[in-house]
């Protein structure tokens, strides 16, 4: 079965760039999204289709998607993005989440 | 407003069956392709079901045979009938709408707020 690999914690400082990987075999030739879910709440889209971000996300999230790694970048991180991150792979075969990332905000 | 909303939650043994329901409100269910995910304590989140709009359904391999997914369109909505249920089963449930058409995906966009299974004797 496909699985994808994400690191388990990602530390950051307020203001400074924070990197979450998914790791999965050629996840490039897949749809890669992003949700973002805090404590006690349901998840919330923050990227789709690799890159895209959806109506009243902020700017500060990004994403991108190539070879066998996708990746979600917060520019400017604040505290109020500390949560659990999940990455998502879709095709018209696969549709699986990955482990999951928890952001700290130091 | 766009909005889902789960019920049918509960404590349920070893063995038994129970049904999810989940209402939307705000969009037509039939015509966008909805999913259950869930989300066992402390866990990640699990893709469990699917249903396109003309109709065809998916299941993980770990529900397979035991959960079916259905929708009644009059009462637009999305259902999940989960039969011979295991301890493992135990997780916050969350219906979802995608965004999938001409080949692309767009991404779980509308989420509910989830209904608890308990599987335990």
């Known amino acids: 079965s496909y699985e994808l690999t994400q690191p388990p914690s990602v530390s950051v400082s307020p203001g400074q760039t924070a990197s979450i990987t998914c790791s999965g075999d050629?996840?490039?030739?897949?749809?890669a999204c992003w949700y973002q879910q805090k404590p006690g709440q349901s998840p919330v889209l923050v990227i789709y289709?690799?890159?895209k971000r959806p109506s009243g996300i902020p700017e500060r999230f990004s994403g991108s998607n190539s070879g066998s790694t996708a990746t979600l970048t917060i520019s400017g991180t604040q505290a109020m993005d500390e949560a659990e991150y999940y990455c998502?792979?879709?095709?018209?075969?696969?549709?699986?989440f990955g482990t999951g990332t928890k952001v700290t905000v130091l | 407003e766009v909005q889902l909303v789960e019920s049918g939650g509960g404590l349920v043994q070893p063995g038994g069956s129970l049904r999810l329901s989940c209402t939307a409100s705000?969009?037509?269910?039939?015509?966008?392709?909805m999913s259950w995910v869930r989300q066992a304590p402390g866990k990640g989140l699990e893709w469990v079901s699917g249903?396109?709009?003309?109709?065809?359904?998916y299941h993980a391999d770990s529900v397979k045979g035991r959960f079916t997914i259905s929708r009644d369109n009059s009462k637009n909505t999305l259902y999940l009938q989960m039969d011979s249920l295991r301890a493992e089963d135990t997780a916050v449930y969350y219906c979802?709408?995608?965004?999938?058409?001409?080949?692309?995906?767009?991404?779980?966009?509308?989420w509910g707020q989830g209904t608890t299974v308990t599987v335990s004797s």
């Open positions: 289709q690799d890159n």
């Open positions: 979802a709408r995608e965004g999938v058409g001409y080949g692309i995906y767009y991404g779980m966009d509308v």
């Open positions: 705000g969009f037509t269910v039939s015509r966008n392709y």
């Open positions: 050629i996840l490039g030739d897949k749809y």
């Open positions: 249903i396109y709009s003309g109709g065809s359904t």
């Open positions: 998502q792979a879709w095709d018209s075969s696969t549709q699986v």
